[in-house]
């Protein structure tokens, strides 16, 4: 079992259930161009779920991978939007470090769904 696959799939199942939990902080990060925004918390909270389980189990693992790093650059604008916009996450508004942090940690989760899915192998042999 590999160890990373289930801490990151996890965290990605916790956060999509929080979705569901308490919708409402995440509609608030909505960009407001986009339409219908509680359905789309609701959709990208079920994509979590299920990239979060998917991950973990090794079958599944390189297309979940794949798709959870797509995932992870479509939902940049609402951090973005963030930033932007001066828009508070659960009643806590971040400084330029606080945005520029989690563009970081953003991609640092894209970079970690790709070396899963074994797009990146950091000089590993390839097979």
């Given at each position: 079992m590999n160890l990373l696959a289930v801490v990151y799939g996890l965290a990605f199942i916790m956060i999509g259930v929080e979705h569901f939990r308490e919708p409402d902080k995440f509609?608030?990060?909505v960009p407001?161009?986009?339409?219908?925004?509680?359905?789309?918390?609701?959709?990208?909270?079920?994509?979590?779920i299920a990239g979060g389980l998917a991950i973990i189990y090794p079958e599944t693992r390189v297309l979940a991978g794949r798709l959870l790093a797509?995932?992870?650059?479509?939902?940049?604008?609402?951090?973005?939007?963030?930033?932007?916009?001066?828009?508070?996450f659960n009643?806590?508004?971040f400084d330029t470090v606080g945005h520029v942090l989690r563009l970081?940690?953003?991609?640092?989760?894209?970079?970690?769904?790709?070396?899963?899915?074994?797009?990146l192998n950091f000089g590993k042999n390839a097979s």
């Open positions: 509609v608030e990060i407001a161009f986009l339409p219908i925004p509680l359905m789309l918390v609701y959709i990208t909270g079920g994509m979590e797509l995932f992870l650059v479509g939902v940049y604008p609402a951090n973005l939007y963030m930033w932007t916009h001066d828009v508070a009643g806590t508004r970081v940690a953003q991609l640092l989760l894209i970079v970690a769904a790709l070396y899963l899915s074994g797009d």
